[in-house]
Every structure is written in structure tokens, then in C-alpha cells.
């Protein structure tokens, strides 16, 4: 009997050593994950500020369309990711989405053909979507 108690015991406090691990493992997972956040929001904040604000102004602005944009999901992203990287080539191939833009831009002349890669522009989009 004794020895029955005792293993319940011991079993009782496995179980429980297993679940603080499991919890524990949770609020470091979380918080990786907000570290990761932090570092996209700062990388995409750096590629805007260097090569957006000049011409779609400020994140806060707002008269910002692409900021409205991107929160107001108008558009996807591989739409984004297109048209920073290869607004000529949607252009010239008679795209839908970008024809549209550059009628309400009024023509403008400015033509996007950043040499961005692909999680670059995801940083600039989730610094966009905070």
C-alpha cells in the first residue's frame, strides 16, 4: 500500500513538472515571436524611411494611400511586392491593378523598380500594417 501511495505521489509530481515545462516553453515561444515582430517592424521602418517617405510621405499621414492601402488590405501582398519591384514590367503587360494606380496618380512619371527581394518588402508592409 505503501508503495502504491508513493508512486501516485511520484507520478502527481511528474505530471506536474511536465506541465510547468510546457507553460514555460509557451511564454518563450511568445516572446520570440515578439522579437521577431519588433525586428521586422524596425527593418521595414528603415527601408520606408529610406526609400518611401520621400514620396508617399510619412506612416502617420493622413492623405497616405499606400499606408491605406496596406491596413485596408485593397490589394494582396504578391500585388505589393510586384508593383515596388516591377511596376514596369505590370505596366507593360497591361495589368488591371496598376493601370489604375497610375491613372489616379495622374500619370505620374515615377516608375517603382526597387531591387528589393521579397522579405524586404514583407518588412516594409508589416511596418506599414502596425
Known amino acids: 500500500m505503501k508503495i ?3 508512486n501516485l505521489i511520484i507520478l502527481v509530481f511528474l505530471i506536474s513538472c511536465k506541465k510547468k515545462e510546457v507553460e514555460g516553453n509557451k511564454f518563450y515561444e511568445e516572446l520570440s515571436m515578439q522579437r521577431k515582430e519588433m525586428l521586422l517592424e524596425n527593418i521595414g521602418k528603415k527601408y520606408y524611411e529610406k526609400n518611401c517617405v520621400s514620396c508617399h510621405a510619412g506612416k502617420d499621414a493622413k492623405d497616405n494611400f499606400l499606408v491605406n492601402s496596406v491596413r485596408n ?3 494582396n501582398e ?3 511586392i510586384d508593383f515596388i519591384t516591377k511596376q514596369d514590367s505590370l ?3 497591361e495589368n488591371k491593378e496598376a493601370l489604375a494606380l497610375k491613372d489616379w496618380s495622374n500619370e505620374n512619371a515615377y ?3 526597387f531591387d528589393f527581394n521579397d ?3 514583407k518588412a ?3 511596418y506599414l500594417k502596425k
Open 4 to 6: 502504491r501511495i508513493f
Open 119 to 121: 522579405n524586404e518588402i
Open 124 to 126: 516594409i508592409l508589416y
Open 91 to 93: 505596366l507593360k503587360y
Open 78 to 80: 504578391s500585388f505589393f
Open 111 to 113: 516608375i517603382h523598380n
Open 73 to 75: 488590405q485593397k490589394r
